[in-house]
């Protein structure tokens, strides 16, 4: 009873502490923009414009297999991390990474485009880079807890059901990667055309 007390305590601070990670790494990436050169605020705008002029040009094909390999590999990334000794640093950086990416880029559209920015960037985060940024969550969560685990397993001689535990964590990984695919399909073949309709309405 004392063991599942912990386990639930642990996991309890895991999920209080990737939040935080989260929080503090879009917070991060919010602010960086705003304290950028002249520079890279050039490089930025120029991005964003070459970005909304060619959005009606995009091959949907390519688009989605590019997103498959991108956000399929991070994914494989932060799982395999897991299950190695050291993976557990590299996985709360990752997990931080994406958080920045997300807060700098709405920030970015929202310096650029003003109002209409806030409009754009809702586009942008809804709903597919919300369901990333959750399914990261979750695997950055099983990560860790199986990180954890298996440190104290190791040196500890923690009571860990090690072949469970693998099978539970590649049917997370298994599950997160299923709705990823969902999640790069509207992000290939739906979130352009809306994009592209957006940008004519508000005339960006």
Not at 102 to 121: A, E, N, P, R, T
Not at 143 to 157: E, N, R, Y
Not at 163 to 192: D, Q
């Amino acid at each position: 009873m004392d063991k599942f007390k912990k386990l639930i305590f642990m996991n309890k601070k895991i999920s209080v502490f990737l939040a935080g990670i989260l929080i503090v790494s879009i917070v991060f990436g919010s602010v960086l923009p705003l304290f950028l050169n002249s520079t890279d605020k050039i490089l930025i705008n120029n991005y964003l414009e070459n970005f909304v002029s060619s959005i009606d040009e995009v091959s949907f094909v390519s688009l989605f297999f590019n997103g498959l390999i991108s956000n399929g590999g991070f994914l494989i990334i932060l799982w395999l991390l897991g299950i190695s000794i050291i993976g557990g640093f590299f996985v709360i950086f990752l997990f931080f990474l994406k958080g920045f990416i997300v807060g700098f880029s709405v920030c970015s559209i929202i310096i650029k485009y003003g109002i209409k920015g806030i409009l754009f960037s809702f586009v942008y985060l809804f709903p597919h880079q919300v369901i990333n940024i959750f399914i990261y969550w979750i695997m950055t969560y099983y990560s860790l807890v199986f990180f954890i685990k298996f440190l104290l397993f190791l040196f500890k001689k923690y009571d860990f059901n090690v072949r469970g535990a693998f099978k539970k964590y590649f049917k997370i990984f298994c599950l997160t990667f299923l709705v990823l695919i969902i999640s790069v399909l509207y992000e290939s073949f739906v979130w352009p055309k809306l994009v592209s309709f957006v940008c004519k309405f508000l005339g960006l």
